[in-house]
């Protein structure tokens, strides 16, 4: 960060100030300006802007964040249709956070009562499987 004499900085995130956390530190020089986030998690995600001000005048750097995870669970209800002896359909909703980025595919896995171990049934792109 140039200027002189040495701008003050401060960091926002989505216009809300950021100060110093457990999980995020700002640390500021006179020409540099490093804010680390640790563990970081989805509600990290945003906008993040540097103002850097003196008596000189103002300066601003915006950056855009996306931190990606895995997405949340199906919405409720997931909903059993075609019940059979063999067989049933299972209806559910795409789940409310995807995680950052879309959903190419489910994971459908049941589990087995015997030793109460999961066991994949399959994939699919639809919104319903048949296990």
């Given at each position: 960060?140039?200027?002189?004499?040495?701008?003050?900085?401060?960091?926002?995130?989505?216009?809300?100030?950021?100060?110093?956390?457990?999980?995020?530190?700002?640390?500021?020089?006179?020409?540099?300006?490093?804010?680390?986030?640790?563990?970081?998690?989805?509600?990290?995600?945003?906008?993040?802007?540097?103002?850097?001000?003196?008596?000189?005048?103002?300066?601003?750097?915006?950056?855009?964040?996306?931190?990606?995870?895995?997405?949340?669970?199906?919405?409720?209800?997931?909903?059993?249709?075609e019940i059979r002896k063999d067989y049933m359909i299972i209806h559910w909703k795409v789940p409310k956070d995807d995680g950052g980025s879309d959903i190419k595919h489910y994971i459908v896995e049941?589990?087995?009562?015997?030793?109460?171990?999961?066991?994949?049934?399959?994939?699919?792109?639809?919104?319903?499987?048949?296990?």
């Amino acid at each position: 960060v140039d200027g002189e004499p040495p701008p003050q900085k401060t960091w926002t995130k989505n216009d809300q100030s950021i100060t110093d956390s457990l999980r995020m530190s700002i640390m500021n020089e006179d020409y540099r300006t490093t804010i680390r986030v640790n563990e970081g998690k989805r509600s990290d995600t945003g906008v993040y802007k540097l103002v850097a001000k003196n008596k000189n005048g103002t300066d601003t750097m915006t950056c855009n964040v996306t931190v990606l995870d895995v997405p949340g669970p199906p919405e409720a209800p997931v909903d059993p249709k075609e019940i059979r002896k063999d067989y049933m359909i299972i209806h559910w909703k795409v789940p409310k956070d995807d995680g950052g980025s879309d959903i190419k595919h489910y994971i459908v896995e049941k589990q087995d009562q015997e030793n109460m171990r999961w066991v994949p049934c399959g994939d699919t792109r639809q919104l319903f499987m048949k296990v």
